[in-house]
C-alpha cells in the first residue's frame, strides 16, 4: 500500500497545469508542471518490488525459563537494487512479553545490498508466545512517498518457554512401597542404618560377619530402607497469587504453575504416586469446587489429567476476571481484615483449605507452590501439619522494592515466609533470575547444614 504526503499538492498541480494549458498562459503551465514533476518522481523512486526488503529475526533463546531475558536481533537488508534512504521497521512484539531494554521500532537508512541490525531484550513468560510479521515501510528519494512492503522474517518465529524436569526436595513421609525415598527406619536396602541382635531366619547375605569373627557373637545389619512416596503439589493460582512485579512479567501463580509442572515427571519417574490441586479454579475435567483436585495416581492417563488442570491454572490470566495485576495493588486488596476475636479473617479461604485437607490421603507430604502474597500458603501449612501431613513450599519471588508499597509486599512476604518455616515447612524461596533447580539444590544445602 502507497502513500502520499503531497496527494493535495498534486491535485493543486493538476489543477494549475490544467488552468495554463485551457487559459493559454505559460505562467499557470509552469507553477503546475514543477510540482507535478517533484511528486511524480517521488512516486517513481518507491521501490515497486514485493522483496525489496529481507527480514532475519534471531533470538537469543528459543527456550528460555519463565523470567530469563532474550536477546532479539532483527536484521533488515536492503534487496531492492538501489539505496533506501528511509526505512521504518517495527518488529511484531508479542503482546505478553514486555520490553526491558533497546527498542523494536527503528528508522533505517540503507545503502545498495546493505543491512542494518535492530535490537531489543524481552523477558520471557511461560508459554508459547510467536512473534507477528515486522511492519516495514520504505519511502523514495524524495520522500513524498511511502509504501508498506511485505517482508516476513526469516529465522526465529516464537519463544517457547519449555516445561522440563528437576528434583524437588521430598521429606521422609512414605508409603507402605518400595521406592527411591530414603527412610529412617532400617531393612533391606543398600546403605547403612543400624545393627541388631540376631534372629532366627535374618538372611546369611545380612549377619555382621566381621563382629561375629571379632566377638563369636551374631548380629544382624539393618540397612536405610527406600520407599515409595504419596506427593501432592499444591499450587497457588488464586486471584491474589495473579500478581507480578512489573507489567507483562510471569505472576505469581504462572510461576508457582511452572514449578510444579517441573516436579511432576522426575516424581513420577522416581515411583512416587504424585496428585495434584489448583487453588483458585474449579475442576476443568469433573467440574469439582475450587481447589482443582487429581489425587495422587501414576500411569499415562493419570498425567494427562494433571497437565490439563496445570494448564488450566496458566490459563486463568486470559479469563474474564482472571487477568493480572501489580503486586503492590494486591497486597493492598489482600490485607486480611481483623476478625471479632482479634485474630485475622482469611475471607473464605477456610473453605478451600478445609475441602483440600479432607481430600488429601493420610500419609502424603505435600509440596506448595505459591508466591506467599498473603496468609493464605500459612494457614494451608499450619491445617495440613495438625493432620501430619509434611510440607515443603516452592516459593517464587514476584516483588520489588522499587515503591514504598512493593516494598511492603515484599516486607510481608518475607513474614509470611518466616511463618512457613516456623510451622515446620522446608521452604525453597526462588528468584526467578536464578534457574529452579539452583534454588531448590541452595535450600537443600541450607537445610543439611542447619541453617534454619
Known amino acids: 500500500m502507497s502513500q502520499s504526503r503531497f496527494t493535495g499538492g498534486l491535485l493543486a498541480a493538476l489543477v494549475l497545469a490544467g488552468a ?58 536492503n534487496a531492492s537494487g538501489g539505496a533506501l534512504p528511509d526505512v521504518r521497521v517495527a518488529d511484531g512484539v508479542p503482546e505478553d512479553l514486555r520490553v526491558v531494554e533497546g527498542t523494536p521500532d527503528a528508522a533505517l537508512a540503507l545503502p545498495e545490498g546493505g543491512s542494518a541490525t535492530v535490537e531489543y531484550t524481552v523477558v520471557a513468560d511461560r508459554g508459547q508466545f510467536p512473534f507477528d510479521e515486522p511492519s516495514v515501510r520504505v519511502r523514495g528519494a524524495s520522500s513524498t512517498n511511502a509504501r508498506t512492503v511485505d517482508a516476513p522474517a526469516d529465522g526465529d518465529a516464537a519463544i517457547d518457554c519449555r516445561v522440563s524436569v528437576a528434583d524437588v526436595p521430598l521429606r521422609r513421609q512414605t508409603t507402605a512401597h518400595a521406592g527411591t525415598l530414603p527412610t529412617d527406619s532400617g531393612g533391606p536396602g543398600i546403605e547403612f542404618h543400624s545393627t541388631r541382635e540376631y534372629q532366627p531366619g535374618d538372611p546369611a547375605s545380612r549377619i555382621n560377619w566381621r563382629r561375629y569373627a571379632k566377638t563369636g557373637e551374631l548380629s544382624t545389619v539393618n540397612y536405610r530402607e527406600r520407599r515409595a512416596a504419596a506427593v501432592v503439589l499444591a499450587v497457588d493460582a488464586r486471584e491474589v497469587a495473579r500478581a507480578t512485579a512489573h507489567s507483562a512479567t510471569p505472576s505469581g501463580a504462572s510461576l508457582s504453575a511452572y514449578a510444579a509442572a517441573r516436579a511432576v515427571e522426575p516424581l513420577e519417574t522416581a515411583g512416587h504416586r504424585v496428585g495434584l490441586a489448583v487453588f483458585g479454579i474449579d475442576d476443568p475435567v469433573t467440574g469439582g469446587a475450587d481447589p482443582a483436585w487429581v489425587p495422587p495416581g501414576t500411569g499415562d492417563a493419570h498425567h494427562a489429567r494433571v497437565a490439563t488442570v496445570l494448564d488450566a491454572a496458566v490459563e486463568q490470566r486470559g479469563c474474564e476476571g482472571g487477568g493480572e495485576s501489580d503486586v503492590e495493588s494486591t497486597a493492598a486488596s489482600a490485607a486480611p481484615e481483623a476478625a471479632a476475636d482479634g485474630g485475622k479473617s482469611l475471607d473464605g479461604e477456610d ?102
Open 351 to 452: 473453605g478451600r483449605i478445609e475441602r483440600f485437607a479432607r481430600r488429601v490421603p493420610p500419609g502424603t507430604q505435600v509440596v506448595v507452590c505459591s508466591p506467599a502474597l498473603d496468609d493464605f500458603p500459612v494457614a494451608l501449612a499450619r491445617r495440613l501439619a495438625a493432620d501430619g501431613h509434611r510440607l515443603t513450599a516452592v516459593s517464587p519471588d514476584v516483588t520489588a522494592t522499587d515503591t514504598p508499597g512493593r516494598t511492603l509486599a515484599a516486607a510481608d512476604r518475607a513474614l509470611a515466609l518466616a511463618d512457613l518455616r516456623a510451622a515446620g515447612t522446608r521452604v525453597v524461596d526462588w528468584t526467578p533470575e536464578e534457574p529452579l533447580a539452583s534454588a531448590v539444590a541452595r535450600a537443600t544445602t541450607t537445610v543439611r547444614e542447619g541453617q534454619r
Open 20 to 77: 495554463g494549458v485551457a487559459s493559454g498562459r505559460s505562467a499557470l503551465l509552469v507553477a503546475g508542471v514543477v510540482p507535478l514533476v517533484f511528486v511524480l518522481y517521488g512516486a517513481l523512486s518507491v521501490p515497486r518490488r514485493g522483496d525489496a526488503v529481507r527480514v532475519t529475526r534471531e533470538l537469543s533463546t528459543e527456550s528460555p525459563l519463565p523470567g530469563d531475558r532474550v536477546d532479539v536481533e532483527l536484521t533488515v537488508e
